[in-house]
């Protein structure tokens, strides 16, 4: 698998401490690249599997949406996918996105979302780093943090209750900063000097 042998070089690489150390700060755009096309590799190799076995067609759309997903990045509803694929000249239908998005989320691949709003937020998840989201009920923008804590509370909690914790949804509401900013500012505006 080509994915393999690029892990097998990856590791040679790190040779010298002090190029190792350099190369952690400066990120080579080419390596990011070939980091991403290996992982869409993978990831297409999973969603073929997850067709075979539910004896699923692996059509062409199917594919071309799951390629849409991980070409962006942070979150997107249908609406947007849709538009997006739409936009770049690619003929699929609502339907497909949809249930082709079912499957994806049901095979772990993308993560589905409801941030307090009526239409659920996706975003692509094999490979990136576990998250929880803070959302504000003003402006309705979504931050992202990671914090290992809560790892260590789903590892605790499933000990504790003999549970095998597949995965968790956390998502913290409240106002931004830009928000209470503009708030306290239309106050002064009101009170009478
Ligand atoms: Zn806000
Ligand atoms: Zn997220």
Redesign the pocket.
């Known amino acids: 698998m080509p994915a393999d042998l690029v892990d097998e070089a990856g590791q040679g690489v790190g040779g010298s401490s002090e190029t190792g150390y350099a190369a952690k700060h400066t990120p080579s755009a080419a390596s990011e690249a070939s980091l991403n096309t290996d992982k869409l590799e993978e990831v297409k190799k999973l969603f073929t599997a997850h067709l075979e076995n539910k004896g699923l067609r692996k059509t062409g759309e199917r594919y071309a949406i799951l390629e849409e997903i991980y070409a962006r990045s ?2 997107f509803d249908v609406e947007e996918l849709y538009a997006g694929m739409k936009e770049r000249g690619l003929q699929v239908s609502r339907a497909t996105v949809y249930n082709t998005l079912d499957l994806l989320v049901e095979q772990g691949l993308v ?1 589905k ?1 409801q941030f307090g709003r009526n239409l659920a937020q996706y ?1 692509k998840s094999y490979g990136y780093r576990q ?3 803070v959302i504000c009920t003003e402006c309705h923008k ?1 931050v ?1 943090f990671c914090d290992p804590r809560i790892h260590g509370i789903q590892t605790m909690v499933g000990d504790l209750l003999n549970f095998h914790i597949l995965h968790h949804s956390l998502n913290l509401y409240g106002i931004c900063g830009d928000c209470r900013a503009k708030a306290e500012a239309a106050a002064r505006q009101n009170t009478p000097a």
């Open positions: 942070g979150h993560s979302h975003e998250h929880d989201h979504v992202e």
